[in-house]
């Protein structure tokens, strides 16, 4: 009876701890959604009937115009990587992976300049990249490597007897990849695609410095020129079932994709290329890297050194990097640490209750980081008047809307890391008299170091480079080096907004690095 009652405690409390949790991050953006059903102010009414249907066509054009072009520069590139053997493969295969440490505004200003007066303005023909073609062009080679990654790990895991027996049927290079490879990739194409999307709907920066009316704009413009809260929230409600369509849309389209390869089979193996060919196959993926990366980052420590040789960089330059040091650590403290709860409650608890309380908590990453704003700003304004306190401007709302948003970063590999170990651990730390607490604390976390890191890396680079969120919740005079380069950039001040920018990449290379040989183990 007794150790009955102790099981029983054990279960609620876990229960308890998972709700609590769960609740604490998936209120926000439900707290959006149930702002439908208030009624609408006039400056809805007035954005309804004239300026809905333009936030609705450029977002989408800039949605299926970035997918196409990752698709088009990420899954050739993968494809050669991985199935071919040419001149400069091994560095390119790296170099291709580097344009995910460069966040998109800072992609977007640096083409601008570069073609008006940086390294590309000597060109007879220089476009203009001030408009929806310039923004989907510098987007896609900022998020090509999502669609890059993802596809040449399907690449890698295929089995190379079918290509063999396409091979055989007399089917030439060009048809087994169309016909044979590609199809085996779809679940793989349609996921990295889904995280595009994500990307694109969740910019700010780009959209803002083109000129161009989206979605995420619009939310801004609301919020902050037309002081309409209501409007904003409204807004972000119709950017968050844009979301959910896209999941929904996402589980239809792989509902019955599954390819599995026996462990007795022999993985793809690559095929050398000689003259023409291998020529060819160095510039189709170099051209991606050159863009995305090499390019922008070059006339960025242009700038960077040139305002570095005028006097330029004051002493505020450290202010701003000890703030994004600050709560960039902090907050991924924060978040491993509630992750790794999460985890491994998911890990002790199998029902599909817990399953779905998972997901829920989890729910912040799908969603755009101004959704994820107005969401935490409009919840902390409600608590705040009925405790009679202020907590909107403050740290603690900007780490509470970090937690949220980026939960599923740190999850993620923490899930997995716990997965591989067995549960026979576990069944040993409970036969010696430990209970849950201390196996995780002294079993769990020494197996987990490696998993840990990587969390904390990946989540500090998620929150050295988002800016939305940044730009609504940060405490008055308070930036980090995002939003500083930002206000430099939009101010024509580009050798202070590079100083800030390279640090940026610089930070986001180490955790690209990580990211890159993890998806090369697995």
């Not at 998020?143 to 079918?162: E, I, M």
């Not at 170990?421 to 079993?443: E, Y």
């Amino acid at each position: 009876m007794l150790a009955s009652c102790s099981r029983a405690l054990r279960y609620i409390s876990k229960g308890l701890l998972l709700a609590i949790i769960a609740a604490l991050l998936a209120v926000p953006p439900l707290y959006v959604v149930g702002q439908w059903l208030t009624p609408a102010d006039s400056y809805w009414a007035h954005l309804y009937a004239y300026l809905l249907p333009a936030y609705l066509k450029n977002t989408l054009g800039l949605a299926v115009g970035v997918l196409v072009g990752t698709l088009l520069l990420g899954i050739p590139s993968a494809w050669l990587v991985t199935a071919c053997e040419f001149p400069g493969r091994r560095l390119l295969s790296w170099l291709l992976v580097l344009p995910l440490a460069i966040p998109a505004y800072i992609n977007a200003y640096v083409y601008k300049y570069t073609f008006e007066r940086g390294l590309l303005q000597a060109l007879p023909l220089r476009p203009d990249v001030m408009h929806l073609g310039g923004a989907i062009a510098v987007m896609s080679l900022v998020l090509y490597p999502y669609v890059y990654l993802v596809t040449r790990a399907s690449f890698q895991r295929q089995a190379a007897g079918a290509l063999e027996a396409a091979k055989l049927l007399g089917a030439s290079p060009m048809r087994r990849f169309f016909a044979v490879a590609l199809p085996m990739a779809r679940p793989a194409i349609v996921g990295s695609g889904m995280l595009v999307l994500m990307e694109c709907l969740n910019e700010y920066g780009t959209v803002k410095y083109y000129g161009i009316p989206t979605f995420t704009a619009g939310i801004f413009r609301a919020w902050f020129a037309m002081n309409s809260v209501h409007t904003a929230m409204k807004l972000a409600g119709l950017l968050l079932a844009v979301v959910f369509a896209l999941s929904i849309a996402e589980r239809w389209l792989t509902r019955n994709l599954r390819y599995t390869v026996g462990k007795s089979e022999r993985l793809l193996t690559r095929q050398p290329l000689h003259g023409w060919q291998a020529s060819v196959a160095t510039f189709c993926c170099l051209i991606p890297a050159l863009g995305g990366f090499v390019f922008p980052f070059a006339q960025l420590l242009a700038w960077a050194y040139s305002g570095w040789v005028q006097g330029l960089l004051t002493s505020d330059f450290s202010k701003y990097l000890l703030q994004t040091l600050q709560v960039g650590f902090a907050g991924a403290a924060i978040i491993v640490l509630i992750a790794l709860l999460l985890a491994y409650i998911r890990r002790i608890g199998k029902g599909k209750l817990t399953q779905l309380t998972v997901q829920l908590a989890n729910l912040g990453y799908a969603m755009p980081g101004a959704v994820v704003a107005i969401g935490v700003l409009a919840l902390l304004l409600a608590v705040g008047k009925w405790l009679q306190i202020s907590l909107v401007g403050t740290l603690l709302a900007l780490t509470y809307a970090y937690l949220v948003r980026f939960m599923a970063v740190a999850f993620n590999p923490l899930e997995a890391g716990l997965q591989k170990i067995s549960p026979s651990m576990d069944s040993a730390a409970a036969i010696l008299g430990k209970n849950r607490l201390q196996t995780l604390l002294w079993v769990h976390m020494p197996l987990l170091r490696g998993a840990i890191l990587a969390a904390m890396m990946l989540v500090v680079v998620d929150i050295l480079k988002e800016l939305p969120l940044t730009l609504i919740l940060r405490p008055f005079n308070f930036d980090t080096l995002a939003t500083k380069a930002y206000e430099y950039a939009d101010d024509e001040k580009l050798q202070q907004s590079a100083a800030m920018s390279c640090l940026i990449v610089l930070a986001g290379i180490l955790p690209v690095f990580l990211l890159d040989k993890l998806n090369k183990s697995d």
